[in-house]
């Protein structure tokens, strides 16, 4: 069974750094799939940031040489390191894997585990 669990959410202001971290339990990310999701209040789940067996990374263009997705192979753990925090950025940030097909990262139906999530807040 698979198990995400993320940390490293947090408040900052805005300009400012956080590092989120997914470790994973019953799943390789080196050898599968996995990506950061996040979500505002009253908006839909969206795609920040995502690869396929840590080849080629992809980006949602809002985060675009601000965010960096990385993958330590040896601690089986994904990171996520956020700078320049905007405002926009605030949301619940969750970790996915385990995907049914290597087409369209960003979808959320793509994905069959999830973790809990981690807040991230960024006051202007």
């Known amino acids: 069974q698979v198990q995400l669990v993320e940390s490293g959410g947090g408040a900052v202001q805005a300009g400012g750094s956080l590092k989120l971290t997914c470790a994973a339990t019953?799943?390789?990310?080196?050898?599968?799939?996995m990506a950061w999701f996040r979500q505002a209040p009253e908006k839909e789940r969206e795609g920040v940031a995502g690869f396929y067996s840590i080849g080629r990374k992809y980006y949602d263009d809002t985060v675009k040489g601000r965010f960096t997705i990385s993958l330590d192979r040896a601690e089986n753990t994904v990171y996520l390191q956020m700078t320049d925090l905007r405002p926009e950025d605030t949301a619940v940030y969750y970790c996915a894997s385990s995907c049914r097909s290597r087409t369209d990262w960003s979808r959320v139906s793509n994905y069959k585990s999830w973790g809990r999530g981690t807040q991230v807040t960024v006051s202007s």
């Open positions: 019953g799943y390789t990310f080196s050898v599968g799939c």
